[in-house]
């Protein structure tokens, strides 16, 4: 598990919208309606992380949730990371589409 | 709802033990033996948080929470955020307590 070259970044942040690299990190800020929602959506991330063996940074402030996702023993953005955010964006879309 | 004055915050800190004042508000790190038990200790933290209309700024990394309070719409720290860090307290003390 490599780091990504940065035209393996751009393309893979391509396919990820609403994501940025802040800080060596691959970052996104999801807005919920509510706490209680912006919870929820924790806790299933949570799960997914926990599934992948791969922990995002969570900051919770109020309906905001920001994740950061970075590869600590490779020292940068990798795959897994991709990884990760695509399937937190699949969380996402479900959730939006029950909505 | 008024801020604390210095001598009141002195008085409160004593009895929280592990919070301390950090860029204006109470702050405590809790830590976990694992990711999970962080989010299960989150997840209680929420449903207090929202039981009391009050909602700490979360930050997760990986096992360790932390937690910071302030009264937003008095622009300091008030009795409502010492009374939700000593139930924070509370939930904690009874995972240990069973753990």
Redesign the interface.
Known sequence: MAKLTQGELDQALRDLPGWSVKNGMIVRTYRHDS??EA?VF??AV?QL??QMNH?P??????SDVTLALVTHDQGGITRKDVSLAARIEGIRKKAEAHA
């Open positions: 706490f209680p919870i924790v806790s949570a992380a926990e922990h940074d969570v900051d919770i402030r109020y």
